[in-house]
């Protein structure tokens, strides 16, 4: 009886049903509650859930959340062992599901859309390599039009008082700026103006989608969300075909989407182009805003940082004899912002901080995973098998005091540091805010692009400080596993031109 008392204790004692697993298997954590099982621990606090559990079961466990058994690989010195297997383990079948129900559209992984999801795959390439050099020169002008026509603007400035200072919540000032720039470069202008007249209202509705994404993702039925299905709509229906047709300067990547929905919707009947477009404008910017927001905020409340990142933009102006700015029009190539390593270590770090995406693939059919010289785990077909790198980005043996943020960590002797240990070990991936393998995300070199050029215009042309006696900003952790978490709490800064 005491044993029986004993092992009962255990179970209450580590709130885990160890279930007897199979020999190969992971450890298995099903908690108390049948089909949930730890959901709602993990959806509180997914980082803290995962540390927890890696404590107590070592680098490989399996965990019920929400009907779906997700095997947790926590060393990233297996990782190359999962990234490499992208046909066992497969990225699609996890974001076919969600996706379309996130969006509103019918999954174009089905007999229905033949040649679709290659197709749009080919599209990608539109965002990187020689295609990224139109879309840098487009973003850099769509930057420098926002900046200069509701922020550069000298007499308006100086009107606002205070010696030339502006207040404003630091957060806001990052969505409406990228927000804005971001779209006019992917989709376009109105044919008569330089602006879209409707773009706050467009992206007030977004951020009210947004703060829903979590609870979509999480498989909440839209009908249960108050307004959210009637705003989805809304956002839906601002690219009717027939509106998008009428911007010009759109980019080539989505000129091209909207040239293979018309052939798809010539074919079937498919009328859903608009929840596609929406999709992309999702991608674009859901995670860009917090990345761009934190990248600022890291820099304006480490001064010494600033400093050093504003003084290699001045430098390299001053090579490149392009240190006379006074008309404030100043433009900066691709390859030009590829040599400021100073302020790229900065992005990277901002983004190591802040990220924190899962790499989720499904399991094609029953295999033994080897994951270490001598260790293997058998998985099953329709297994979940998750990489969570913000673990690795907080891990204190690859980086020294991983709360602390520098802007040089990425940066050694001069040039971009690529070299970080675990167990004496090199890491062939150690910072990974963009996903992996095949699936990594096809929009990660025109993200940190539009990064660096929006601070370098922010740190050009504008002196700028935290409104002193707030609190230091920390992570919203609602969203863990999802991207770029997003601030608890926006902050007030200030800004004015500097001398040119
Ligand atoms: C800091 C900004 C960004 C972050 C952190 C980010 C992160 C990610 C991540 C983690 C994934 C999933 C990859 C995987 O699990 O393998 C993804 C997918 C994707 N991202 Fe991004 N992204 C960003 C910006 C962008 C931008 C600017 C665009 C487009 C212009 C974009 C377009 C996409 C698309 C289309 C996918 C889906 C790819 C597929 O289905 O294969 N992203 N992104």
């Known amino acids: 009886r005491a044993n029986i008392i004993n092992i009962l204790w255990v179970i209450l004692k580590e709130d885990a049903v160890l279930a007897v697993v199979p020999y190969g298997e992971p450890p298995l954590i099903k908690g108390w509650i049948p089909y949930i099982g730890k959901a709602l621990e993990f959806g509180k606090d997914a980082h803290k859930f995962l540390e927890e559990y890696k404590k107590k079961h070592g680098d490989i466990f399996t965990v019920l959340i929400a009907g779906k058994y997700m095997t947790f690989i926590m060393n990233p010195l297996m990782y190359p062992n999962i990234i490499k297997r992208g046909k066992q383990l497969d990225f699609h079948e996890f974001s076919n599901q969600v996706a379309p129900r996130t969006f509103g559209y019918p999954p174009v992984f089905s007999s229905k859309f033949p040649g679709m999801p290659d197709q749009i795959k080919r599209s990608f390439h539109l965002l990187q390599g020689d295609n990224l050099t139109p879309l840098s020169k487009s973003m850099m002008g769509n ?90 709509e809304k956002l839906i229906n601002y690219f009717l075909p027939q509106r998008v047709s009428c911007w010009s300067n759109t980019s080539q990547f989505i000129t091209r989407r909207v040239e293979l929905f018309e052939q798809y919707n010539s074919l079937r009947d498919m009328d859903k182009a608009g929840t596609h477009h929406f999709a992309i404008l999702w991608a674009s910017v859901g995670n860009t805003i917090p990345a761009t927001f934190w990248a600022m905020y890291h820099l304006v409340s480490h001064p010494e940082a600033l400093e050093a990142v504003r003084q290699e933009i001045h430098s390299l102006l001053k090579l490149w004899g392009m240190d006379d700015f006074s008309d404030r029009d100043i433009n900066l190539s691709r390859e030009q912002l590829d040599q400021l390593l100073y302020l790229e270590s900065a992005v990277n770090e901002s983004l190591r901080h802040s990220s924190s995406s899962m790499n989720i693939r499904v399991a094609q059919e029953d295999f033994s995973l080897p994951l270490e010289a001598e260790q293997s785990v058998a998985v099953r077909k329709g297994d979940i098998i998750t990489l969570y790198p913000r673990s690795m980005h907080m891990d204190p043996e690859i980086y020294d005091q991983p709360e602390m943020y520098r802007y040089d960590r990425f940066v050694q002797d001069g040039r971009q540091k690529t070299d970080f240990y675990k167990d004496g070990q090199r890491l062939k991936y150690y910072c990974m805010p963009f996903g992996s393998g095949a699936t990594m995300c096809p929009g990660r070199y025109f993200a940190i692009n539009e990064i660096k050029q929006f601070l370098f215009l922010l740190l050009l042309h504008f002196d700028l400080q935290l409104v002193e006696g707030q609190p230091k900003v920390t992570l919203d952790t609602s969203r863990a596993g999802l991207g770029i978490l997003l601030p608890a709490k926006d902050v007030r800064f200030r800004y004015r031109l500097r001398a040119a």
Request: contains cysteine.
């Open 143 to 232: 930057l420098l039009l926002v900046f200069k026509q509701d922020h550069l603007d000298k007499r308006q400035m100086e009107d606002s008082g205070e010696g030339g200072w502006r207040t404003d919540s630091m957060c806001e000032f990052c969505s409406k700026v990228m927000f804005e720039a971001t779209f006019l470069t992917l989709y376009g202008k109105p044919a008569s103006k330089r602006r879209h007249s409707s773009m706050e209202t467009l992206r007030e509705d977004f951020i009210e989608f947004d703060k829903k994404f979590p609870l979509l993702i999480a498989r909440i039925p839209i009908w249960l969300l108050g307004r959210t299905k009637a705003i989805r």
